[in-house]
């Protein structure tokens, strides 16, 4: 048996075919060059970023277009603790944009999110419409936290190594596009913190990765529990 080439080229294309006109399941993260490539620049913004930067954003479009977030990260914005998908209510429109196009360009590995995160489902605009909704959201206080056993030890690891970039509050820096950790899933926490450290969140901020360099696994746990527990300021 012998099958014409003409006839597995159609069959091939048949198939792309079908995969870009069904369901998000088929969409495969790209990868791109991140911390762990040499010569690597942090945040220098795509077209993609420059778009949703730059555009004027409304958060009643944005309201409706968050839509397609809400099966995971809930319709008010608070995440999933169980499941491990952050709290995005409250956070800096601007980390909410880097965070979604450093995710579409595979700058940061989210196989689970990325299905709904590409160009085919969600604009550069729509994102900066969810991003001003999502930041005026306000932010959930019974987020998860940890086991409160080294708060102490906690507290004097951020306020030396983290409090610099994510203010005394947790409240972060829009401008800077340092995010909020006030109010934010203990285990969430908790995981980035690690990623960022052992470089598997590649798109982490490389001062931060080096302060973290010397960071055991107890630190990491005290110092998100402590994060975990900053308060919110109230909008
Ligand atoms: C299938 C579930 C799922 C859907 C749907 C989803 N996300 Fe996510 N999202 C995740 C997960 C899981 C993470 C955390 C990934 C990690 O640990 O790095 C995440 C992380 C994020 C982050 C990073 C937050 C931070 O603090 O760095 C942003 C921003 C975000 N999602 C926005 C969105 C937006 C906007 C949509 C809709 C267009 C969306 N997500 C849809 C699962 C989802
Ligand atoms: C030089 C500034 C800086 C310092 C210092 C710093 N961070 Fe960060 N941190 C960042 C930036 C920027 C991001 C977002 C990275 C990116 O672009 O994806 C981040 C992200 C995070 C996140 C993930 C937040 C989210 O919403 O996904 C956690 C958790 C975190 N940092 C914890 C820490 C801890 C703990 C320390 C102290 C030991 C620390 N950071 C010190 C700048 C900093």
Redesign the pocket.
């Known amino acids: 048996m012998n099958m014409k080439p003409t006839l597995i080229a159609a069959a091939i294309s048949l198939l792309a075919f079908n995969a870009h006109s069904a369901g998000p399941e088929f969409h495969h993260q790209p990868h791109a060059a991140g911390i762990e490539t040499y010569g690597y620049t942090?945040?220098s913004p795509d077209q993609d970023m420059n778009r949703a930067l730059a555009y004027k954003a409304s958060a009643q479009r944005g309201k409706s277009a968050y839509k397609i977030c809400k099966g995971c990260h809930k319709a008010d914005g608070s995440g999933q603790a169980s499941a491990d998908y952050?709290q995005l209510a409250g956070?800096h429109a601007t980390?909410i944009i880097?965070?979604m196009m450093?995710i579409r360009a595979g700058r940061?590995d989210n196989p689970r999110m990325y299905p709904f995160a590409g160009e085919w489902i969600v604009s550069a605009e729509e994102i900066a419409d969810i991003a001003v909704y999502l930041n005026h959201l306000p932010v959930n206080d019974s987020n998860d936290k940890g086991n409160g056993k080294n708060l102490a030890l906690g507290k004097s690891?951020?306020d030396k190594?983290?409090a610099?970039?994510?203010g005394g509050n947790g409240e972060g820096d829009a401008r800077?596009?340092?995010?909020r950790?006030a109010g934010?899933h203990y285990e969430?926490?908790l995981r980035?913190?690690h990623e960022?450290r052992d470089q598997g969140?590649r798109?982490?901020?490389p001062?931060?990765v080096k302060?973290?360099k010397s960071?055991g696994d107890a630190d990491i746990e005290a110092?998100?529990d402590y994060?975990s527990r900053l308060l919110p300021a109230k909008k």
């Open positions: 942090w945040n952050p956070q980390v880097k965070e450093d940061r690891l951020y190594d983290c610099s970039c994510h800077k596009f340092y995010p950790v934010q969430y926490l980035e913190t960022s969140r798109n982490a901020n001062e931060m302060v973290l960071y110092v998100s994060m």
